[in-house]
């Protein structure tokens, strides 16, 4: 049997109570968190950069209850913190923009894009919470697939869940989501 790795043994010593475990974890693996948030941001948040997307990770992950076993659902908790993260900051532009401040905003032609980019977001997340309804595995594949960039494999260990599975709940996620969105 594998030694767990090094990620591993830090969040067992962080649910175990050592309170300076999962910022051990977190520095750790912060490259790779860097380059999941440039996966997160890829979907259209001009006004989010990568390292205040990973901070903010941080800080919800550290107050939240992140209860991660292994550095693969480590990874899918965080895909899941930058979702919320990602999504919320689009609903307060959105917000913003349909004028729930003092100001009046005009949009520009060179708006519209990131506008539209927002409020594709904001009804992915909608559709995706619908979705954990019937199938929580499978708002987690769409969650580690789209806002992480994870791969099949690598979606398959944050979930413990076989790639065949994986390939399966995405398929089905897809025409899923699909179908709402023509309705």
Not at 170 to 175: E, G, P, V
Request: hydrophobic share 45%.
């Amino acid at each position: 049997m594998n030694e767990p790795g090094p990620i591993t043994m830090l969040l067992r010593l962080s649910r175990e109570g050592d309170a300076a475990a999962m910022g051990r974890a977190f520095a750790l693996t912060y490259a790779e968190l860097k380059q999941l948030a440039r996966r997160a941001l890829r979907r259209g948040q001009p006004t989010l950069d990568t390292t205040a997307l990973v901070h903010e990770c941080y800080v919800r992950l550290m107050s939240g209850d992140a209860d991660a076993r292994d550095s693969g659902h480590f990874m899918a908790l965080a895909a899941r913190a930058m979702r919320q993260i990602v999504c919320d900051h689009a609903r307060r532009r959105l917000a913003r923009k349909r004028g729930s401040g003092d100001v009046a905003i005009e949009l520009a032609p060179e708006h519209l894009a990131t506008y539209d980019e927002a409020s594709k977001l904001v009804e992915l997340d909608d559709l995706l919470e619908r979705l954990a309804k019937s199938s929580v595995r499978e708002a987690r594949v769409v969650e580690c697939r789209v806002f992480g960039g994870m791969s099949v494999a690598e979606t398959a260990a944050a979930l413990c869940v076989s790639d065949r599975t994986v390939e399966l709940d995405w398929q089905h996620a897809r025409a899923w989501l699909l179908a709402q969105q023509h309705q």
